[in-house]
Each structure stands twice: as structure tokens, then as C-alpha cells.
């Protein structure tokens, strides 16, 4: 009984993650299918509307990551279940994002306006690669496991995990964080810049920088040489010419 509520728990918090998910891509992009954007949410003046936002970044950033790191979960598996521990990462990590545009602060003047109909569609093209690839991504890896589906089935099956492999699936053969690339694509490509949107940029895309460095930590801890062969060979978020 308690391993298929493990799977109920695992089932629930992927779907809030991925409405979240949805949610997100028409929030950075000022869809009107939505009642707040980035554009389009609260009112404060300036000073007081960056403050807000800067701090919603950083407790994104702060959760995001804190929770990732293997001693984190070294504690934390001792007060939650195994089965579920990735779960209850993603559905924090859901959470710490809805509160982040749900209390967002709009910083409307702008930065760029790109009115030209073929710059416009290059850059909503962009925008929409952007997500494809990093839905695609987490696909090539392991879609359930990285959201925690996976482990809460293995636990009612009563199946171990396979030890982890060092891949290097289609993307992965050119850039080692292409889910990090599609992010920076989506977050970077529109036709409006506005302030607000660019300090989510900015905030957001410096987060990555930081979160990529504490991960390839862990997975050199994990895979050792191969995972620094692999490093010196392939780009980080853009393919590398020449190689090394």
C-alpha cells in the first residue's frame, strides 16, 4: 500500500510540475492565455519592483540547487523516503517557481522592440526551439527518473535502478547541458526586451552558469575520468570547433 502512494505522491507532483512547466513557457513569453506574465504582473515602483524580483530569482536559484546536492540528500533521505525524495525535489522546486511569478513585479520599459516581421519570427522561432529542446533533453537522458516517476515505480515493482552510465544521446554529443542551451534560447529570444524580462534573463541565466559548475562537480564524482574526457571534448552550452 504505502509503495503505491509513493507512486500516487511521484504521479501528483509531476503533474504540477509540468502545468508549472507549461505555465512558465507562457509566462516568459507574454501569452495573454495567462493572468500574469513578465510583462504583465504586479506594480511597484522600479527600485522596489527589482528588489522583489531579484529576491524571487535567488530563492528559486537557492532551492534549486540546494536541494540537488548529494549531501543535501544525504540528510534529507533520513526524514523522506528514497522512493520519493526526487519527487518531493520537484515538487519544491514547482513550488519555488510558482511563488516566483506569482509575486512578480513587472519592469515594462523596454529594452529592444524588434517590429520587423521577419526578426520577430526568427526570434519567436528561437523561443520556441528553446523549450523544444529542453523537453527533448530531459527525454534523452531519462524523462521519469529525472522527475522522480521512475523511482517511486521501481520502488512498487521492487526493482533496483540500473548503475548510472555516462551517455552522450544526440544532443549530448555536442554540448554537455543542451537543457541548460534551451533555456538560455528561451529566455534570451524575443522580439521585446523589457527591463523585467531582461533581469529574468540575466537572473535566471546566471543561476545556470552557477548550477553547472556544482553539477559537473557531482558528476565527476560520480563517472571520474570519463566524465573529464568527456568535458574536454564537448562545449559546455555550445558545441566546441576542434575539440581538445
Known amino acids: 500500500m504505502m509503495r503505491a502512494l509513493y507512486l500516487l505522491y511521484a504521479a501528483v507532483a509531476y503533474a504540477i510540475f509540468f502545468a508549472t512547466f507549461l505555465y512558465l513557457i507562457a509566462f516568459v513569453g507574454n501569452f495573454s492565455l495567462v493572468p500574469v506574465t513578465v510583462d504583465f504582473a504586479r506594480v511597484a515602483t522600479p527600485g522596489i519592483a527589482a ?19 548529494p549531501g543535501f540528500k544525504a540528510g534529507w533521505t533520513r526524514i523522506v523516503p528514497a522512493p520519493i525524495e526526487r519527487s518531493t525535489y520537484v515538487l519544491f522546486a514547482s513550488i519555488a517557481l510558482i511563488v516566483m511569478m506569482a509575486f512578480w513585479h513587472q519592469l515594462p520599459a523596454p529594452v529592444w522592440t524588434i517590429t520587423h516581421g521577419a526578426g520577430a519570427a526568427i526570434l519567436w522561432i528561437l523561443f ?17 527518473e529525472l522527475f522522480g516517476l521512475q523511482q517511486a515505480w521501481f ?49 535566471l541565466s546566471i543561476y545556470m552558469l552557477i548550477a553547472i559548475r556544482y553539477e559537473e562537480r557531482d558528476l565527476i564524482d560520480v563517472f571520474g575520468e570519463a566524465y573529464v574526457g568527456y568535458r574536454r571534448r564537448v562545449g559546455m552550452l555550445i558545441p566546441r570547433v576542434g575539440g581538445r
Open 128 to 144: 520556441a526551439s528553446g523549450w523544444a529542446i529542453v523537453l527533448t533533453s530531459t527525454f534523452l537522458i531519462n524523462h521519469f
Open 51 to 69: 528588489m522583489i524580483d531579484i529576491a524571487l530569482i535567488a530563492l528559486f536559484g537557492i532551492q534549486h540547487s540546494v536541494m540537488a546536492r
Open 155 to 203: 520502488a512498487l515493482r521492487k526493482r533496483a535502478a540500473a548503475p548510472p552510465v555516462l551517455r552522450q544521446p544526440f544532443f549530448y554529443k555536442f554540448v554537455r547541458h543542451p537543457l541548460y542551451s534551451g533555456f538560455f534560447i528561451a529566455f534570451w529570444a524575443t522580439p521585446v526586451m523589457t527591463v523585467g524580462h531582461l533581469l529574468l534573463a540575466v537572473g
